[in-house]
């Protein structure tokens, strides 16, 4: 209710009081003029308003504001390691291993129940061994105590999420909404595989900083090449590398007698330069592993934690120019021989290989806790056939 200064309420007028002005009575042109004060009022309000609206949309849309997930996509499934799961990420690595079932084995894996009762198993046993991966990491940062719910973990993934919209498609949230359905992704899936990747890096440089099981940094570089140059733990090898053809027994036993032949006929050679010669001349009529392409003939240097357990395992165990028997890993069959380090090699590529040890160690250390866990499913799991996820 309106109040004079003093607080009192204004005297009420007495009806008929001859000096109130006469109703509606009123100077045409102050008329005309408050009509028009009243018009450009209005006017400056709505302006005002939908330049408000206007600057909010924008300030969403900019932001990538995270997309809310159905209550689907939500529901928990289970848990690791105290972690809760849920169905957006089960569902997403569900299906990255349909497709690679129907590309290994036909795509009537799914369609042929036989078929889908045959590879059920190993088909189950994969989703949830890779369903553990980002809570072992999750599980390691908890061990270095660092904060897994930190909101620095939260804004570098709006940062990656707004660098996608704009970069990849052109700030336009519909094509990112398209892009993540294409993908059977979700947004906060995707904002939690960020996050990850931050915790890690974190955990990273954490352990290299603080030297906890990683013990060379930038601060003992040079201590780290004398490591590569000396150590037993350090390794350069080169190999003969046939790939697997999966679901073709045939083709893959012909494969095992090739790289059979390849290593005993390496092995009958005497003359280390001889047999490093011919070796050489087996590389480049084989496949090759991506990432092993480069430098592929003047060798990879690694440390424990960087290759396969099969690679290493028969690489540390082999002398300079020592040739492996055929080792078969899941992807193909090697023919290793192990290589004298070179001094210049190594100083030129020493940050790299730094790297490489550093994110080596990171690994094993990430591994340990992957063995160490195990997923807790629920009901709702319970109820779910993996191989039928859509």
């Not at 209710?1 to 009081?17: I, L």
């Not at 001859?18 to 302006?47: G, M, T, W, Y």
């Not at 289970?78 to 690595?93: A, H, K, N, Q, T």
């Amino acid at each position: 209710m309106s109040r004079n200064k003093n607080g009192k309420r204004p005297d009420k007028p007495e009806r008929g009081r001859k000096d109130l002005p006469a109703k509606n009575v009123q100077n045409p042109e102050k008329k005309k003029r408050n009509k028009i004060i009243a018009i450009s009022v209005i006017s400056a309000a709505v302006v005002c308003f939908v330049v408000f609206i206007v600057i909010v949309l924008v300030y969403q849309l900019g932001k990538a504001k995270p997309i809310k997930g159905t209550e689907e996509e939500l529901r928990v499934v289970g848990s690791i390691d105290g972690f809760e799961v849920r169905y957006e990420e089960l569902r997403y690595i569900s299906l990255l291993y349909q497709s690679a079932y129907e590309r290994n084995y036909g795509e009537n894996v799914w369609q042929d129940e036989a078929m889908r009762e045959k590879y059920r198993e190993d088909f189950e046993e994969e989703v949830i061994s890779n369903l553990k991966n980002n809570y072992a990491v999750l599980a390691a940062c908890k061990s270095l105590n660092i904060d897994t719910d930190m909101k620095e973990a939260e804004e570098y993934a709006q940062e990656q999420i707004e660098q996608i919209v704009e970069n990849d498609f052109g700030g336009s949230m519909k094509q990112y909404k398209e892009f993540l359905k294409e993908n059977n992704l979700t947004d906060s899936l995707l904002r939690f595989l960020c996050e990850v990747d931050f915790l890690e890096s974190l955990a990273l440089h954490t352990m290299s900083e603080n030297k906890i099981y990683i013990e060379y940094n930038d601060s003992t570089y040079l201590e780290f090449l004398d490591y590569v140059l000396t150590s037993e733990d350090y390794a350069r090898t080169i190999h003969v590398y046939l790939s697997k053809t999966i679901g073709d027994d045939e083709t893959n036993a012909q494969k095992l007698s090739e790289a059979t032949e390849i290593a005993q006929e390496l092995k009958n050679i005497e003359d280390d330069n001889e047999r490093y010669e011919e070796m050489k001349s087996y590389i480049g009529k084989t496949d090759f592993v991506e990432g092993f392409s480069i430098a592929t003939i003047d060798g990879i240097y690694f440390t424990k934690g960087q290759m396969g357990d099969e690679y290493e395992n028969a690489a540390f165990a082999l002398d300079e120019y020592g040739v492996s028997d055929v080792v078969e890993t899941d992807d193909g069959y090697y023919v290793i021989m192990k290589l004298p380090k070179e001094q210049d090699y190594v100083y030129e590529e020493g940050p790299t290989l730094l790297s490489y040890y550093q994110n080596a160690v990171l690994n094993v250390y990430v591994k340990a806790f992957k063995d160490s866990i195990d997923f807790v499913p629920n009901e709702y799991f319970n109820s779910l056939d993996l191989t039928r996820i859509e």
